[in-house]
Structure formats: structure tokens, C-alpha cells
């Protein structure tokens, strides 16, 4: 019998996502098990809080582009949460003399899509994508291109980025880390375990940008 020392221990504190914001931006390739890690992430938040209306899925066609759109996401967040319930549905802020003027009525929306509003940039992020060792060097210059990447991202935008890509040496093991292996090699979806990161990171950096340790 083997003992399972892989992946993140059980944390005592249960938290608590609630009032969290979280991205998933994730790579087209390998879509069938790409899909699956997203999917095993979004049931994750949801189920430690994150509202469905807090969790923004964006795409791009491989895992070489996460680290550029991640820092343009991060970005737009932060425009995005400074701007106005008009600027975001889409009504006019040009002062006009014409008293026909909607420079100061807000779009049409719904109560839903008001409440529904962004209420502040991302607290944390996750970067979802699966790359495969094929016969040539592509692969390691990919992985160690994204690795690097991704974490001079979080560093300069002071986010969290979850590092959902995975790097397998064959199609199997990809399969098994989605929870998707032949039958006697089914294994667990670590996009669970980066849905569970993403909200103690985003959790944490709020308690720790306000100077709380305990």
C-alpha cells in the first residue's frame, strides 16, 4: 500500500470566499482536460462561497499567454471595480446642454445587474493549462517561460496566481490529474485543490495587505 503525500495538507481554518473575487483564465489546448480542471476549480469556489456572479472565465488558445493575459486582467479589474454603474452598463458622461441629455441617468439594467456589479478587482487568479511533453525542446522552454511568467505576475500586481499548469510527461498523466484516467488510474482533479488555494490566498492577501497576522 502507498501513502498519498501529494497536494496541499487540510487546513484548519475553514475560509470563507464570500466576499471574494476570482479569475480562471485557461489555455484551448488539451481541451478535454483543461475543461475538467476548470470545472473541478469553479465547483470548489463555490462551494467555500465565491458567488457565481464573483468568478470571471476568460480563455486564450495556449498556456504561453497566460502570463500576458493574466496581467492584462489583473489590470482591467482594477478599471473595472473604479468605475461606475453608468460607465459599466453603458450610459453616456458627456455633459450637454440638451435637456434630452442622459449624462446623468445611468443605463437601463436590471435590479439583478446592478446588484450584480463588480465590487473590486480580483483577489485572486487561476491559471489554468495543460502541456504535454511531445519529441522536441517546445516543451521545456514553454514550461519554464509560463512558470517564470506567471509568478513575475503576481509579484508586480501583488494578486495571488494560482499555478493551475500542468506539466505531463505523457497524455495518462494528464488524464489522471483531471480526474479523468483509465479506469484503474482515475485520480484526483487538482483543479479542486487550486479552486481550495485560490480562496485562502485571496483570503489571506486581504488579511495581509491590512497589517493582520493573527
Excluded at 502507498?2 to 484551448?28: C, E, F, M, W
Excluded at 446623468?104 to 495543460?130: E, K, Y
Excluded at 506567471?150 to 505523457?170: E, N, R, S
Aim: with cysteine; net charge neutral.
Amino acid at each position: 500500500m502507498t501513502s498519498a503525500i501529494k497536494g496541499p495538507s487540510q487546513s484548519d481554518v475553514q475560509y470563507d470566499g464570500s466576499n471574494l473575487r476570482v479569475a480562471i483564465v485557461h489555455a484551448r489546448w488539451n481541451r478535454q482536460v483543461v475543461d475538467a480542471l476548470v470545472a473541478g476549480a469553479i465547483t470548489k469556489l463555490k462551494e467555500r462561497g465565491v458567488k457565481e456572479h464573483n468568478i470571471v472565465t476568460q480563455s486564450v488558445p495556449g498556456s504561453f499567454e497566460l502570463p500576458f493575459a493574466w496581467s492584462r486582467v489583473i489590470t482591467g479589474s482594477r478599471v473595472q471595480s473604479g468605475a461606475s454603474v453608468t460607465d459599466l452598463l453603458g450610459g453616456l458622461g458627456v455633459s450637454t446642454p440638451n435637456p434630452q441629455s442622459r449624462s446623468t441617468t445611468p443605463a437601463p439594467g436590471s435590479a439583478s445587474t446592478l446588484i450584480n456589479m463588480p465590487q473590486g478587482p480580483f483577489d485572486a487568479v487561476i491559471a489554468i493549462g495543460v502541456l504535454i511533453k511531445g519529441s522536441t525542446m517546445h516543451f521545456e522552454y514553454i514550461c519554464d517561460s509560463v512558470s517564470h511568467g506567471l509568478m513575475k505576475v503576481q509579484l508586480d500586481t501583488g494578486v495571488p496566481v494560482i499555478f493551475g499548469v500542468l506539466t505531463a510527461l505523457t497524455e495518462d498523466q494528464a488524464l489522471e490529474r483531471a480526474g479523468l484516467g483509465r479506469e484503474e488510474a482515475r485520480s484526483h482533479n487538482h483543479g479542486e485543490d487550486w479552486g481550495i488555494a485560490a480562496v485562502e490566498m485571496g483570503f489571506q492577501g486581504r488579511r495581509w495587505s491590512e497589517g493582520k497576522f493573527t
